[in-house]
C-alpha cells in the first residue's frame, strides 16, 4: 500500500495587488470590474506514489515549485486539481525554525512543537531529554528561543522532528543548516531513520546527499515534471549535466546520453588536473630540493598513471 499518493497535483498561486492598494480601493476596483488577479500554475501535473521506507528526493532549479509541493504534501496547502492521499503522522521541516516562539525557552518551544505535531506531554517528557541531547543544546534550555544561534534552531526542530517517530518526515534543505558536524550527524541520523521504515522526502540542492540518501527522486523544472524514478544516480547525472547545459532531457535515451557527457567532462577535467600535478613534481624533482621532498614526489609520481607523465 502506498503512504503518499500524488496524481496529477496542480497547485495554483493567485496574486493580487489587494495588499497594495487597501480594502477601500479594493472594492470600488471590484465594483468597477477593475481589479485584476493574476494565476501562476507553481506545480502542473504532477504524479508519484511512496512505499513506506522509501526516501524521495525532490530535485529542479530554483522556482521550479519543489517548497510549493511540499507545503501541499504536508497539508499547509491544498491542491488547486488533483489527489493526494497521505497514511499516516507527518512531520515537517519546511521552513527551520518557523513555529517557533521567540519569547518561550527552548524546553517550552520543544514542548509546544511536539504539541503541535499531535504528540502528549508524556510522550514528550520520554523523548524530551534525547532531543536535547541529540541538538547539542543542553546547557541552553532554559534560555528564550531568540538567543539561539540560526544554526542551534535549526538543530533543535530538525531533533524534534527526527525524535519524535513520524511515519512520514518532510525536510527541506534542512541538512544543508548547521556546520559540517552536525550536517553529518544528521545524515547519518536521516539513514537510521530511514532503516526503521519512515517514509521521507527531502527537498534538496545537494546532489551527493540525494544520491546518498534517496532512493526515489522527483525531478521538476517549472513546475513540470521532468521525471520520477528510482534511478537515482542516473537521473542525478542527467540534472548535473542539464545544470551545466540547461537542456532538459525528453526521454530516457536523452538522460543516458547526458549521463555519458557528464561523465566525460569530469573525466576530462581529472586527466588534466592529474597532468599539472605530474608535471609539478616534475619540476621539483628537476630543481633538485630537498632529499625528503624528493622522496614524497617519486612515491606520488609512482601512483600516478603513465599516461598522466607523457
Ligand atoms: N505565495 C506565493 N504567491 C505567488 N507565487 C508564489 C508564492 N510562493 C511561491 N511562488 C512562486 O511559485 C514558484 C515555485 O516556488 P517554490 O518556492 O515552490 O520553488 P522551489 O522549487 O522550492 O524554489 P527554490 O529552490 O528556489 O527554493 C516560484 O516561481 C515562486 O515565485
Given at each position: 500500500m502506498s503512504i503518499i499518493e500524488a496524481k496529477d497535483v496542480s497547485i495554483r498561486y493567485l496574486t493580487g495587488d489587494f495588499k497594495d492598494i487597501g480594502l477601500k480601493e479594493y472594492v470600488v476596483r471590484k465594483l468597477r470590474g477593475n481589479y485584476h488577479v493574476t494565476e501562476f500554475w507553481a506545480d502542473r501535473h504532477i504524479t508519484f506514489s511512496l512505499e513506506k521506507g522509501?526516501?524521495?528526493?525532490?530535485?529542479?532549479?530554483?522556482?521550479?515549485?519543489?517548497?510549493?509541493?511540499?507545503?501541499?504534501?504536508?497539508?499547509?496547502?491544498?491542491?488547486?486539481?488533483?489527489?493526494?492521499?497521505?497514511?499516516?503522522?507527518?512531520?515537517?521541516?519546511?521552513?527551520?525554525?518557523?513555529?517557533?516562539?521567540?519569547?518561550?525557552?527552548?524546553?517550552?518551544?520543544?514542548?509546544?512543537?511536539?504539541?503541535?505535531?499531535?504528540?502528549?506531554r508524556n510522550f514528550m517528557n520520554e523523548k524530551y531529554e534525547s532531543i536535547i541531547d541529540f541538538a547539542e543544546l543542553q546547557d541552553f534550555q532554559d534560555r528564550p528561543f531568540k538567543q539561539l544561534s540560526s544554526g542551534m534552531k535549526s538543530r533543535l526542530a530538525f531533533s524534534i522532528a527526527c525524535l519524535v517517530n513520524p511515519d512520514i518526515l518532510i525536510?527541506?534543505?534542512?541538512?544543508?543548516?548547521?556546520?559540517?558536524?552536525?550536517?553529518?550527524?544528521?545524515?547519518?541520523?536521516?539513514?537510521?531513520?530511514?532503516?526503521?521504515?519512515?517514509?521521507?522526502?527531502?527537498v534538496s540542492h545537494s546532489l551527493p546527499r540525494v544520491r546518498n540518501l534517496c532512493n526515489k527522486i522527483l525531478w521538476i523544472d517549472h513546475g513540470k515534471q521532468v521525471a520520477f524514478t528510482d534511478e537515482v544516480n542516473l537521473y542525478c547525472d542527467a540534472y548535473e549535466e542539464f545544470l551545466n547545459s540547461k537542456i532538459l532531457p525528453e526521454d530516457?535515451?536523452?538522460?543516458?546520453?547526458?549521463?555519458?557527457?557528464?561523465?566525460k567532462r569530469k573525466d576530462k577535467a581529472?586527466?588534466?588536473?592529474?597532468?599539472?600535478?605530474?608535471?609539478?613534481?616534475?619540476?621539483?624533482?628537476?630543481?633538485?630540493?630537498?632529499?625528503?621532498?624528493?622522496?614524497?614526489?617519486?612515491s606520488l609520481l609512482k601512483k600516478k598513471k603513465p599516461q598522466v607523465l607523457k
Open positions: 522509501d526516501m524521495l528526493g525532490i530535485i529542479g532549479s530554483n522556482g521550479a515549485g519543489k517548497s510549493t509541493l511540499l507545503k501541499a504534501v504536508s497539508g499547509i496547502m491544498v491542491p488547486t486539481e488533483g489527489s493526494l492521499k497521505i497514511s499516516g503522522n507527518i512531520a515537517a521541516l519546511l521552513e527551520l525554525a518557523s513555529g517557533f516562539d521567540k519569547d518561550l525557552t527552548v524546553r517550552e518551544n520543544a514542548y509546544l512543537r511536539g504539541a503541535m505535531l499531535g504528540y502528549t525536510l527541506d534543505e534542512v541538512l544543508s543548516v548547521g556546520d559540517g558536524a552536525f550536517a553529518k550527524k544528521s545524515g547519518d541520523k536521516m539513514k537510521e531513520i530511514l532503516k526503521s521504515g519512515v517514509t521521507g522526502i527531502l530516457r535515451e536523452q538522460v543516458k546520453a547526458m549521463a555519458a557527457n557528464l561523465k581529472k586527466l588534466l588536473a592529474n597532468r599539472n600535478e605530474a608535471q609539478k613534481l616534475e619540476d621539483m624533482l628537476n630543481k633538485g630540493t630537498s632529499d625528503a621532498a624528493i622522496q614524497a614526489a617519486i
